[in-house]
């Protein structure tokens, strides 16, 4: 099958944290960016973090010095792994993985991550 996988989602209070993984099967994992994305109710669809296929990354401005996305390849699994978490940070996350070159665009079907006392 060829697909990516959220895991690790869930409810957390504000400070703490949390780690999502996502695992791709049916693919060169090696040759994909890999990104995290989130959607809170009534928002877009934003950009959370993403790595290259050759490990460069980048973060949205809100969640820098918080949040922390890697790659195992010999895994096949991206993470985000999220520290001092906030309120605002409550949202569905999404894996993708992308290959322009390949034609190549996988969504995950997202994990639920609600920051709340």
């Known amino acids: 099958q060829v697909q990516v996988v959220e895991s690790g989602g869930g409810l957390v209070q504000p400070g703490g944290s949390l780690r999502l993984s996502c695992a791709a099967s049916g693919i060169i994992f090696s040759a994909y960016n890999m990104g995290w994305y989130r959607q809170a109710p009534g928002k877009q669809r934003e950009l959370v973090a993403r790595?290259?296929?050759?490990?460069?990354?980048n973060y949205v401005d809100s969640v820098k010095g918080r949040f922390t996305i890697s790659r195992d390849n010999a895994k096949n699994t991206v993470y985000l792994q999220m520290n001092s978490l906030k309120p605002e940070d409550t949202a569905v996350y999404y894996c993708n993985a992308n290959n322009a070159k390949r034609f190549r665009d996988l969504w995950g079907q997202g994990t639920q991550v609600t920051v709340s006392s």
């Open positions: 790595i290259t296929s050759d490990g460069y990354t």
